[in-house]
């Protein structure tokens, strides 16, 4: 194996998760969860998600919380010889069926689905699956990069034009940020898209849903996660942010 790959890497993790100021509940979940350690390599292996529920208060938290079980399954069964990125894959298929399944013997159910963006961790080994716009982020010696893309009308928009273009008041419209890409609403959906990173040390990874990136400019994230703080403070950091910019949305 590479020894790139073997190199020691040391994880630090911070959480927070909030209602925001306008949600009657909080339809957003997240997992940490170590996946089964490969027979062959003495790294231990991460996965990190988000989702993003939708439905109504009590159908969204179900499907948050049907995805990232669901997820977590999968990935258990699969075991340690699957590849993170077939792995996820799997986990994804495998969600996508647990909350159509639900609906299926539950009538008031349905229509509900959400996001789901989830990162697997192995040595400096980083791969990234999402569907929906709950969003990952990497920040190197301070640059803020989004690796994941938007499955909005709006990202659509973006991905069409030439780049360098400003964003059109279509792309800026609340219309444009409906989701174009959901977990648990179609049996036809296909696999998520999946992104690959080799880590360095002192990068900060960040898996949020909206309603963290929507209330809160990119530069002011790069700001909150550059300042040094150890991870849960820095998780708290975020919400406050978006907490003082109206917390309009659940805050994950």
């Not at 969860?33 to 998600?49: F, G, M, Q, V, Y």
Request: contains cysteine.
């Amino acid at each position: 194996m590479d020894g790139r790959a073997e190199s020691p890497l040391h994880y630090q993790l911070g959480a927070c998760t909030h209602m925001g100021r306008a949600r009657a509940g909080n339809e957003d979940h997240f997992v940490v969860w170590k996946p089964p350690r490969r027979a062959d390599s003495a790294i231990e292996r991460l996965l990190l998600a988000v989702a993003d529920g939708m439905g109504g208060h009590a159908a969204g938290a179900r499907a948050s919380h049907l995805a990232t079980d669901a997820l977590v399954n999968s990935l258990h069964a699969a075991g340690a010889d699957a590849s993170n990125e077939d792995a996820l894959v799997s986990g994804f298929a495998a969600a996508n069926s647990r909350i159509l399944e639900y609906q299926s013997a539950d009538a008031s159910t349905r229509g509900m689905g959400t996001t789901l963006v989830a990162a697997t961790l192995e040595g400096r080994d980083l791969a990234v699956a999402s569907i929906g716009d709950s969003r990952c982020y990497l920040l190197r010696r301070g640059e803020l990069r989004q690796i994941t893309s938007d499955h909005t009308v709006a990202g659509a928009m973006l991905a069409e034009r030439a780049d360098g273009d400003e964003p059109s008041a279509a792309e800026d419209s609340a219309l444009a940020h409906q989701l174009t890409r959901c977990v648990g609403i179609d049996a036809r959906e296909g696999p998520p898209d999946v992104f690959h990173e080799e880590l360095e040390p002192g990068d900060s990874l960040l898996l949020a849903s909206d309603g963290l990136t929507g209330p809160v400019p990119r530069g002011e994230i790069a700001r909150i996660m550059d300042e040094g703080a150890g991870p849960w403070e820095t998780a708290r950091a975020l919400v406050e942010a978006a907490l003082e910019a109206g917390g309009p949305d659940n805050i994950t």
